[in-house]
């Protein structure tokens, strides 16, 4: 089992719609959990950044954890044309470095 | 505050000739390093990370090799590629360890092998 399963999509959404991206991962005791939003043809930007469970909210975007489920999502509310990206999701496994999501590509239509 | 900076942005080597890919942090003093592959439609593969001046760890064995001469320098090298060395490749730093640390990416160098 992948220790972080992101459903690649393409996700297609009208402009305005709520989205909902989600991950779930292995371990229960992973309590770092992070979204990214990388551009095409850019660098994955940090986007949303939670600490256990829990909701936290940043404007238009809601980072949500599940830890009874080992599940995560971001939601997008009014989205916009700009936020069509690839959203990863990433986890501290406990190792050196980050695990990362293969990522969903979302397209907010206008 | 701290920037990262990665080049070349994009390039088209042919099988066999060698690679090199420079990436620098500033605002920072001994970061953690690293290089990551991103294949099209793939997640980000990690290839090496470094926490110090030549300390390079390697995640993957693979056709690629990668130094850290200077505190803020960490170059990704290769004396032969082969066609399946093509991706985008990222350069990130974090503060310290992971753990609660948010990792930072540079804006990538797209290679083709051709």
């Known amino acids: 089992q992948k220790e972080v399963e992101q459903d690649p999509g393409p996700l297609s959404v009208p402009e305005g719609a709520i989205v909902s991206l989600n991950c779930t991962y292995s371990?229960?005791?992973?309590?770092?959990f992070m979204w990214y939003r990388q551009y095409s043809r850019k660098g994955p930007e940090l986007l949303m950044y939670t600490y256990s469970s829990g909701n936290k909210e940043d404007g238009r975007f809601t980072a949500q954890v599940d830890k009874s489920s080992k599940y995560i999502s971001l939601f997008i509310r009014d989205s916009q044309p700009s936020d069509s990206a690839t959203y990863l999701c990433?986890?501290?496994?406990?190792?050196?470095?980050?695990?990362f999501g293969s990522g969903t590509r979302l397209q907010v239509q206008p | 505050s701290q920037t990262i900076h990665q080049w070349p942005a994009t390039l088209v080597q042919p099988v066999g000739s060698p690679l090199s890919l420079e990436c620098t942090v500033e605002?920072?003093?001994?970061?953690?390093l690293y290089w990551y592959r991103q294949a099209a439609g793939r997640g980000l593969q990690l290839l090496f990370y470094?926490?110090?001046?030549?300390?390079i760890s390697s995640e993957v064995p693979q056709n690629l090799s990668a130094s850290r001469p200077q505190d803020r320098q960490f170059i990704l090298s290769s004396k032969k590629l082969l066609l399946s060395d093509s991706g985008f490749y990222l350069c990130?730093?974090?503060?310290?360890?992971?753990?609660?640390?948010?990792?930072?990416f540079g804006e990538g160098s797209w290679l083709t092998v051709v």
């Open positions: 470094s926490v110090g001046i030549g300390q």
């Open positions: 990130a730093w974090t503060r310290g360890t992971v753990s609660g640390n948010t990792i930072y």
């Open positions: 371990n229960s005791a992973f309590q770092y």
């Open positions: 990433a986890i501290d496994t406990g190792r050196r470095a980050l695990t």
């Open positions: 605002g920072t003093s001994n970061p953690n």
